[in-house]
T-cell receptor
């Protein structure tokens, strides 16, 4: 099936550092979404992007929808312990239905206090 | 407003059995989607129901089925369970074609 290449797979950082992760695909996406999943829970939506080039912030989080519509990145500034978790990108392919999301493999973020 | 609820949260079954999982969407949401999450394959789309009709389907065998009731609650059924069906099954709801909100999932273990 369609794949989103998410990198890095894992990150080990110090508290207070900035974090950057991205997703790329060979296909064009209509929508890019970023989710965070804590152990034993479902993914929680962080940021939704609907237009190519769109740059959106949610507190310390910033995400962008790539101009080519084939990529997106998520930045977290000044990381704190509660940022620990797995971050997923997800996209909606044209003609596939808005609810049929394709997910990346996730980036596991670990923070050393 | 209450979030998406899924029951049960944990389930243990043996190979060959069948299982039914339940999802109650956020009040007012009419679309319910189901996803399977495994360490190897990640999050994969199973199917989506809107107004009691299956609107979209992923690439899973026919052993995986679902339905939606008039109150938008949804169930998914897996028949003839296999070891590889062990996974976290996630339900997500939305009003129509907008952003999905996920429930906590049902952890299914097949022995």
């Amino acid at each position: 099936g369609q794949q989103l290449n998410q990198s890095p797979q894992s990150m080990f950082i110090q508290e207070g550092e900035d974090v950057s992760m991205n997703c790329t695909s060979s296909s064009i996406f209509n929508t890019w979404l970023w989710y965070k999943q804590d152990p034993g829970e479902g993914p929680v939506l962080l940021i939704a992007l609907y237009k190519a080039g769109e740059l959106t912030s949610n507190g310390r989080l910033t995400a962008q929808f790539g101009i080519t519509r084939k990529d997106s990145f998520l930045n977290i500034s000044a990381s704190i312990p509660s940022d620990v978790g797995i971050y997923f990108c997800a996209g909606q392919l044209p003609g596939q239905g808005a609810q049929k999301l394709v997910f990346g493999q996730g980036t596991r973020l670990t923070i050393n206090p | 407003k209450a979030g998406v609820t899924q029951t049960p949260r944990y389930l243990i079954k043996t190979r060959g059995q069948q299982v039914t999982l339940s999802c109650s969407p956020i009040s007012g949401h009419r679309s319910v989607s189901w996803y399977q999450q495994t360490p190897g394959q990640g999050l994969q789309f199973l199917f989506e129901y809107f107004s009691e009709t299956q609107r979209n389907k992923g690439n899973f065998p026919g052993r995986f089925s679902g339905r939606q009731f008039s109150n938008s609650r949804s169930e998914m059924n897996v028949s003839t369970l296999e070891l590889g069906d062990s996974a976290l099954y996630l339900c997500a709801s939305s009003w129509g074609t907008d952003t999905q909100y996920f429930g906590p999932g049902t952890r299914l273990t097949v022995l």
